[in-house]
């Protein structure tokens, strides 16, 4: 084997090796989730040299420059976010909100039945994509790449199109009743749709063939979320269960079954070790995602848990509740933070990349920026004129957009 070169993943931390063996190009990755400002980085260097092969004495000195320039990627930041757009963007009530991985472009989906690219520096319309039949209720970017967008509509359909032309690639038709969430896997090689038909669906992006159904639920399935390697998918489901399944072939593998009312949210680590769902009764349960049981359940909330996610190494989980978000270590179930500074409902939350911050938004009418090591709230954002449904954070945290039932849509930047 011989190195031909490193490559650095500033968000979640780690290092790619690209490297040749027995003369074909080959890469792997190196997690360096547990990296801080303080870690030592000399012991780090000789912990990955003793571990890794293809990593030389020859090496160490380029290995430990590039482990600087990740460890200053985390220090945390206490700039605040500036007003720099409104848009209105639809006459008709908008549903959800899409960013690419930069920040430059922004979707919309409404209830006018269209979903909107938007330039986040200028405030100009991009392009409408037109065709749906129905409400569109979903809109993505095909992340990290952007050069796709899928939109999930009412109408049944799941529409492919073309990021920078703005034309519909493909129409997926095949699900007997609204869908309702919609997402890539992080290789850009399957499209997943979830439906209140019971069922969620596999898709090829680049043909938009169905590639299977997944059946076995009993109850509308309302949210998904594929592992980072693309290896599974996880679906969420009023029938109370999660489904644990093969994203190539769709064969389910698991049957996560726990809650009592209906699961609401669903997101996985990042190593694809522990998958997280959040439920109407009330409690998050943590899943071993390897021997498919329950590792913990969290019952911190006093009403029905809306939104779950992990930060990006995968040590906290963040969950929101009309009172207030809870945020847990994910190995423990220890909770670290309870942050109760909203004055109403909580209905999404997200860690910026870095994760250091926690973004949150309600119904009472603000978006709030969190210092995930303090628990203090850095920044009251109080823009809008109703309640706050959606945030979205591009990957380097300088561009943070919402989203508001009074129908606009707010674009800030890192002072």
């Not at 848009?87 to 209830?111: E, V």
Request: with cysteine; glycine share 6%.
């Amino acid at each position: 084997m011989k190195l031909k070169r490193f490559l650095v993943r500033y968000f979640p931390p780690g290092i790619v090796l690209e490297y040749v063996k027995g003369g074909v190009d080959r890469s792997k990755s190196i997690d360096l989730l547990d990296l801080t400002p303080e870690s030592d980085l000399d012991e780090l260097v000789d912990t990955i040299s003793d571990q890794e092969p293809l990593i030389t004495v020859r090496r160490k000195p380029q290995l430990r420059q590039l482990l600087v320039g990740l460890q200053r990627k985390l220090t945390p930041t206490t700039a605040t976010y500036k007003p720099a757009l409104d848009i209105k963007a639809h006459l008709l009530p908008i549903t959800n909100i899409a960013l690419n991985k930069s920040g430059t472009r922004l979707l919309t989906g409404s209830y006018d039945r269209s979903c909107r690219m938007w330039d986040t520096e200028s405030g100009e319309e991009l392009f409408s994509l037109e065709g749906h039949q129905n409400v569109v209720c979903s809109v993505v970017f095909n992340h990290p790449f952007g050069d796709r967008i899928a939109t999930g509509s009412f109408d049944k359909t799941c529409k492919v199109w073309d990021a920078t032309t703005g034309d519909c690639l493909h129409t997926l038709r095949g699900h007997s009743a609204e869908i309702v969430s919609v997402c890539f896997n992080h290789q850009n090689t399957v499209i997943a749709t979830a439906s209140m038909d019971m069922t969620a669906k596999l898709w090829d992006p680049e043909s938009g063939d169905e590639l299977a159904t997944l059946t076995g639920h009993t109850g509308e399935v309302v949210c998904l979320k594929f592992s980072a390697d693309g290896d599974f998918l996880v679906t969420g489901s009023f029938d109370r269960t999660l489904g644990l399944w093969d994203a190539q072939t769709g064969r389910r593998r698991s049957r996560l079954a726990g809650h009592q009312q209906e699961v609401s949210a669903v997101d996985v680590s990042f190593d694809g070790s522990l998958i997280v769902s959040g439920s109407v009764d009330k409690s998050c349960i943590v899943w071993d995602r390897k021997k498919a049981t329950r590792k913990f359940v969290i019952r911190t909330h006093s009403d029905e848990v809306l939104d779950v996610c992990f930060d990006p190494a995968g040590l906290l989980i963040a969950s929101a509740s009309a009172d207030g978000v809870r945020v847990h270590d994910s190995q423990t179930g220890t909770q670290v933070l309870a942050l109760h500074d909203h004055s109403a409902e909580v209905s999404k939350i997200l860690f910026t990349y870095r994760g250091d911050r926690l973004i949150t938004v309600g119904a009472d009418k603000t978006c709030r920026v969190w210092d995930i090591k303090s628990g203090t709230c850095q920044q009251i954002i109080q823009d809008h004129n109703d309640e706050v449904f959606a945030c979205k954070v591009n990957y380097q945290g300088d561009v943070l957009v919402t989203a508001s039932k009074d129908n606009v849509v707010q674009v800030f930047r890192l002072d």
